[in-house]
T-cell receptor
């Protein structure tokens, strides 16, 4: 079965790096995603990684994937107060754009000035 | 990127009434739309998947007669909460995908907050 887990809460100081972790159980995941949700809003795709990649960097964001351990992480460099939000990791299986996503429970990131 | 809108953004209704929520893909054709429900401080729970022109596929535990989904065109899906009760109060989010992304992206709407009194 599919199961995606995340820690509930992370607090960092402005300017520090944040690392949000996620574990998943389905080894047939094709794509893994990180979404950001600000209060009262929908989800914004931050980045994604294909399952045959180990790392992906996009400006302040670095995604690391350890497929052997089924572990995904999102590192935010130079974290800003505007990064305070809930971050969801998600996985999809297969190559069909209509495939469902399985979400983790979300990690609430709080950035202190 | 692709834009998905939802209407209304917020609705308050009396118990026993029905509420319709619209989800539109504004600049692309959405062959598949998804409806999620999110309780406070919790993750998104997939309610159903709908493909244009066919019946929605509901997740286990979701009452299809309670949550009516219609995907009549490639740019519009509607979710109707029938005979709403206070326990139906939640944040409902839709997402849409076309057949053309190479990374299976779903584009999410801004959500609709439903409060049933």
């Amino acid at each position: 079965g599919e199961d995606v887990e995340q820690s509930l809460f992370l607090s960092v100081r402005e300017g520090d790096s944040s690392v949000i972790n996620c574990t998943y159980t389905d080894s047939s995941s094709t794509y893994l995603y990180w979404y950001k949700q600000e209060p009262g809003a929908g989800l914004q795709l931050l980045t994604y990684i294909f399952s045959n990649m180990d790392m992906k960097q996009d400006q302040r964001l670095t995604v690391l994937l350890n497929k052997k351990d089924k572990h995904l992480s999102l590192r935010i460099a130079d974290t800003q107060t505007g990064d305070s939000a809930i971050y969801f990791c998600a996985e999809s299986i297969g190559n069909n754009a209509g495939n469902m996503l399985t979400f983790g429970g979300g990690t609430r990131l709080m950035v202190k000035p | 990127g692709a834009v998905v809108s939802q209407h209304p953004s917020r609705v308050i209704c009396k118990s026993g009434t029905s509420v319709k929520i619209e989800c539109r893909s504004l600049d692309f054709q959405a062959t598949t739309m998804f409806w999620y429900r999110q309780f406070p401080k919790q993750s998104l729970m997939l309610m159903a998947t709908s493909n244009e022109g066919s019946k929605a596929t509901y997740e286990q535990g979701v009452e299809k007669d309670k949550f009516l989904i219609n995907h009549a065109s490639l740019t519009l899906s509607t979710l109707t909460v029938t005979s709403a009760h206070p326990e139906d109060s939640s944040f409902y989010i839709c997402s849409a995908s076309s057949g053309y992304q190479i990374y299976n992206e779903q584009f999410f709407g801004p959500g609709t907050r439903l409060t049933v009194l």
